[in-house]
């Protein structure tokens, strides 16, 4: 069966100092994998997604990055961070149309 | 561009009722539609998918409909249960994108 891990579940990081989250999956090849950040009290914002290795689509101008070095590894980065970028942080996978998986999500503050 | 409604954006009832939790889109053209259960500070767990040459999906005590030609999901939850409390998510999915309601905050009272 398909599982997906996300790490770490939570980060607390101060302003200007670089990120990286990672996202596997396990189970399945060739996933569309996607990065989205959820806001305390806010719905939930795409910020990349990536349809193969080394192929990676941006919905929003920001601080972050994302790359997809292997075929179920994303990975989301950042050289300095804001505070602005705190939030509520999403990897999820989809196959065709079989819907989206989400992983557990990692909590970031940046203090 | 598609736009995903859902109402009530929160509800609060007593154990052991039915209810119906709605959302509705603007676009048909849809490759799915899938419901979202999301708890306090925890990730998202798909509850059902209906893909958009289906009528409805059960699981348990979850029933998802969909009608595309009126734009409308609804997710029935028979015999609620205080372990039911969480915020209910639909997304009509399309190309690569997962377009989301806000949500509905649901509370079964005990």
């Known amino acids: 069966s398909q599982t997906i891990h996300q790490w770490p579940a939570t980060l607390v990081q101060p302003v200007g100092s670089p990120l990286s989250l990672e996202c596997t999956v396990e189970?399945?090849?060739?996933?569309?994998l996607y990065w989205y950040r959820q806001a305390a009290g806010r719905g939930l914002q795409l910020l990349f997604y990536?349809?193969?290795?080394?192929?990676i689509s941006s919905e929003v101008p920001q601080n972050l990055s994302a790359s997809r070095p292997q075929d179920r590894q994303f990975i989301l980065s950042s050289k300095k961070l804001l505070l602005s970028d705190s939030g509520f942080y999403l990897c999820?996978?989809?196959?065709?149309?079989?819907?989206?998986?989400f992983g557990s999500g990692t909590r970031l503050t940046v203090v | 561009k598609q736009e995903v409604t859902q109402i009530p954006a929160a509800l609060s009832v007593p154990e052991g009722e039915n209810l119906v939790l709605n959302c509705s889109f603007t676009d048909s053209a849809i490759y799915n539609l899938q419901w979202f259960r999301q708890d306090p500070g925890k990730g998202l767990t798909s509850l059902l998918l209906i893909q958009s040459s289906q009528r409805e999906q059960t699981s348990g005590r979850l029933n998802a409909s969909l009608d595309k030609s009126s734009g409308r999901s609804t997710l029935y939850i028979a015999a609620s249960q205080p372990g039911d409390s969480a915020t209910y998510l639909c997304a009509a999915g399309s190309n690569y994108q997962l377009i989301w309601g806000a949500g509905t905050k649901l509370i079964i009272k005990p």
């Open positions: 189970g399945t090849s060739n996933p569309n």
């Open positions: 999820a996978w989809s196959l065709d149309s079989y819907g989206y998986t």
């Open positions: 990536s349809v193969g290795i080394g192929q």
